[in-house]
């Protein structure tokens, strides 16, 4: 942790003397008296410092003597809580919130023998649609600004999700059997290229290709995405080595090369990919990795849920890969916000490796912001508090019990603050929450139409009563051997 140094003050006092031409230069948003955590280069944190947003953008960062210079139609006062970047969760399944607390008999196999025969009979357009916005609205409240996410019905998580106003990586999946919004495997191939023509200059959603995984995707086919991602310069999101014997599970692959292996093989790993998981990778599978320059999504309170394993994230971190933090679905660690996630992050890899002087909590803050943007190679727009990047700022308070003392701010965030600490949610320069009120929905009718959904009055797919559709779906499922095993 370093605080401003006596060297960046003089730089910002030197900058002050170059721009009074700038004095009362109009801004849109002011955010004042915050200690500024800037998840830059130098992780600069600044006392009492003041960030100034023109738009959708930072356009000056630094001291109370910005306050000279810029005046703006609205001013907030951070009351000394923590201003920090947005948070970043890099996978997720958000519309299975409308799912979430259900499959918990302890189903071993619950992808294959829950997860999909529930989707396959209960989702619809308009669930997704609704789910989408209870998930982005939890996210919002948060201080989740931007997710990155593997599903269904693209469209209508992106109408969604700009209702909210968040910012999201939506990769419409591929798999290779019928699914709610392709009735021919694979037939996700068409629905994304839609998708993208229609999203594809967006400010706030960027679309992707989502192959599922290696085992559930063809090799063609992944060939395919890879060919189509490159011509039309969009991310591919996909789950790898979440399982130990995916290798095994793939099609084709006669010399059991692992999953990342395979990747490489066939031609398609590379800086447009967006690895989820990669649990079960060897020193070789991670030099790849590091080669093709693909982003990780290090998914560790959900995989520790979920007995998939423990990531070699700090493996990857020595070596400066690409990598962020995420929760994976609602059903798989039931949470979407990172807050929890902090510390399963640190600790994990703690337990891990028999060594509590690793992922220090500076280094967690890290994942979750700087190095989200990272792995979603989008660091050049998001992720930390400097001139020229987006405004996506959040606002945590340190008033409350729980927050008290704040001597180190990276520690209150990881080990001390949950999502109730959030009091301002900024995305793309617009106030999304502030003081803990959404502004840019009414939280009551969200609330109402998810209570339909789970009264079983709407949303289902094939007619409403989820409840009691899994209930006797988990009687089934629960005699199916773990695929893992």
């Not at 009492?48 to 306050?67: F, P, Y």
């Not at 990172?338 to 994990?348: E, F, G, I, P, V």
């Amino acid at each position: 942790m370093k605080k401003l140094t006596l060297s960046l003050l003089a730089l910002s006092l030197l900058s002050a003397c170059s721009q009074t031409s700038q004095l009362n230069h109009n801004a849109s948003l002011i955010i004042k008296n915050g200690q500024l955590l800037t998840m830059n280069g130098n992780k600069d944190i600044i006392e009492q410092g003041v960030v100034v947003v023109k738009d959708d953008q930072i356009i000056a960062i630094g001291t109370e003597a910005l306050l000279k210079q810029y005046s703006a139609s609205k001013v907030i006062d951070a009351e000394d809580g923590i201003v920090m970047p947005g948070m970043i969760n890099t996978h997720n399944h958000l519309p299975m919130i409308a799912f979430r607390g259900l499959g918990e008999e302890g189903i071993a196999n619950r992808l294959f023998a829950y997860f999909f025969p529930l989707e396959k009979e209960k989702l619809s357009r308009d669930l997704i649609y609704q789910a989408t916005r209870l998930g982005t609205l939890d996210l919002a409240q948060s201080g989740v600004t931007t997710y990155a996410d593997i599903y269904y019905h693209m469209d209508e998580m992106a109408k969604a999700t700009k209702e909210i106003g968040l910012r999201a990586v939506l990769g419409e999946t591929v798999i290779k059997f019928p699914v709610v919004d392709a009735k021919e495997p694979h037939g996700g191939i068409e629905y994304a290229k839609q998708f993208i023509s229609e999203y594809k200059n967006d400010p706030l959603i960027t679309p992707a290709f989502a192959p599922h995984a290696v085992y559930t995707v063809a090799e063609d086919k992944l060939q395919e995405i890879n060919t189509l991602s490159k011509q039309l310069d969009v991310p591919v999101l996909i789950h790898v080595s979440e399982f130990g014997n995916e290798a095994e599970r793939i099609q084709d692959n006669t010399d059991k090369l692992s999953p990342v292996a395979w990747l490489n093989k066939i031609g398609v790993l590379n800086d447009r990919m967006v690895l989820a998981h990669s649990i079960h990778l060897t020193k070789e599978d991670i030099a790849l990795v590091k080669q093709s320059g693909a982003g990780i999504a290090y998914n560790p309170m959900a995989n520790a849920k979920g007995a998939t394993g423990i990531a070699p994230a700090w493996e990857m971190y020595q070596q400066d890969i690409p990598m962020g933090l995420g929760t994976d679905g609602p059903m798989s660690s039931n949470q979407v916000d990172l807050w929890r996630t902090l510390s399963y992050a640190a600790n994990m890899q703690r337990l891990k490796h028999d060594d509590r002087t690793i992922m220090i909590p500076e280094q967690v803050i890290e994942l979750a912001t700087i190095g989200g943007a990272k792995a979603l190679h989008m660091d050049d727009e998001i992720g930390s508090l400097e001139t020229g990047k987006k405004a996506d700022i959040i606002i945590v308070e340190t008033d409350s019990a729980n927050m008290r003392p704040n001597y180190n701010p990276y520690a209150t965030l990881v080990y001390q603050a949950n999502p109730s600490n959030v009091d301002t949610t900024i995305v793309n320069g617009k106030v999304v929450m502030e003081n803990r009120q959404m502004k840019t929905v009414n939280v009551k009718s969200i609330n109402q139409e998810i209570d339909k959904i789970e009264s079983g009055g709407g949303g289902g797919g094939g007619g409403g009563d989820i409840q009691g559709f899994a209930k006797e779906l988990a009687k089934d499922a629960i005699k199916s051997p773990s695929l893992m095993k």
